[in-house]
């Protein structure tokens, strides 16, 4: 256990619709980063949010949103969903806005990731 | 926006072999990651890299952080069946963003 903790794992739902990811992330970590894994291919970087506030935006669609919350859990909210988003969403955290704040290792730690299938 | 070239794509390996694999960029990266993906599970960091040149081990994982910035490389030696899945480098840039490379999927013939 990562301590990232991501629900659902699995999602199915139809094109048009809107879902919610939820990411919890480890304890005493600030920020969180959302990212997309299609079938076969690398993590694309999605939104980071940092104590709340957003921090940096990767190629996330305009469809997509996302926010954190006072308890420092993130949402990540996906609408008019097409077939094409279907893919594992990942979201890690890590302690500090940007690594070497305090000396600790720049790793992020991710979920086990929500895997979404459109149909 | 920056990409990082992974290579090889996959390989098919026999148990006890030594492994190498490496990424390239086009950009100067100030960290270099190297993670591994289980079937299922996210990514959990195997070495990081924070100075060039740097070379840092962790057990039979061998990583270095090229002179350049712009690549660095991971060895695994004497591969286990376990040793199976997709490893992914990632560079850190000046935003403090994780960029992956696309992974290259291992696979250990017993």
């Known amino acids: 256990d990562s301590g990232v903790t991501q629900t659902p794992k699995h999602l199915i739902t139809a094109t048009g619709q809107r879902v919610t990811l939820r990411c919890s992330p480890r304890s005493g970590d600030l920020s969180v980063y959302w990212y997309q894994q299609s079938l076969d291919q690398g993590l694309q970087f999605l939104i980071q949010?940092?104590?709340?506030?957003?921090?940096a935006k990767g190629n996330i669609l305009e469809r997509f949103s996302a926010q954190q919350f006072p308890d420092l859990h993130s949402e990540l909210n996906l609408s008019s969903l097409e077939l094409g988003d279907s893919a594992l969403y990942f979201c890690?955290?890590?302690?500090?806005?940007?690594?070497?704040?305090?000396?600790?290792?720049?790793?992020?730690?991710f979920g086990s990731g929500t895997r979404l299938t459109v149909v | 926006g920056q990409q990082l070239n992974q290579s090889p794509q996959s390989m098919f390996i026999q148990e006890g072999e030594d492994v190498s694999m490496n990424c390239t960029s086009s950009s100067i990266f100030n960290t270099w990651l190297w993670y591994k993906q289980d079937p299922g599970e996210g990514p959990v960091l195997l070495i990081a890299?924070?100075?060039?040149?740097e070379l840092t081990s962790n057990g039979r994982l061998t990583a270095q952080f090229g002179i350049t910035r712009k690549d660095s490389f991971l060895n695994i030696s004497a591969s286990i069946p376990s040793d199976v899945g997709i490893y992914f480098c990632?560079?850190?840039?000046?935003?403090?963003?994780?960029?992956f490379g696309s992974g290259t999927r291992l696979l250990v013939r017993p």
């Open positions: 890299l924070y100075k060039a040149g």
């Open positions: 949010y940092y104590n709340g506030e957003e921090r």
């Open positions: 890690a955290s890590s302690p500090w806005s940007r690594p070497g704040g305090q000396g600790e290792d720049y790793g992020y730690t």
């Open positions: 990632a560079g850190m840039d000046s935003s403090y963003k994780l960029i």
